[in-house]
């Protein structure tokens, strides 16, 4: 199995910015796609954005223009920037691959006022 550790969250005022690392251990990284999820307290975990080995890459439609996922094969490393930040992002976010592994700790990302 491989390892995941995310870091770069912490509190930040509406319209700021965060970027997000996630650490992968494995070979597996480098041919699979890696994403970023959220779940905020009461709600369901969900997909932000997602990059395949390719490097295309989705994002749901409430983040569109604002984050940008990328990955650094070599490093093992895929990142998550986000931009003109909203309350409605505050959420714990967890990066997993396909096939999923066990979720890592998660970086809470908290936008306030």
């Known amino acids: 199995q491989v390892q995941l550790v995310e870091s770069g969250g912490g509190l930040v005022q509406p319209g700021g910015s965060l970027r997000l690392s996630c650490a992968a251990s494995g070979s597996i990284f480098s041919i699979n796609a890696m994403g970023w999820y959220r779940q905020a307290p009461g709600k369901q975990r969900e997909l932000v954005a997602h990059i395949t080995n390719g490097g295309s890459t989705y994002y749901r439609d409430s983040v569109k223009g604002r984050f940008t996922i990328s990955r650094d094969n070599a490093k093992n490393t895929v990142y998550l920037q986000m931009n003109s930040l909203k309350a409605e992002d505050t959420a714990v976010y967890y990066c997993?691959?396909?096939?999923?592994?066990?979720w890592g700790q998660g970086t809470q990302v908290t936008v306030s006022s």
């Open positions: 997993n691959t396909n096939p999923l592994q066990p």
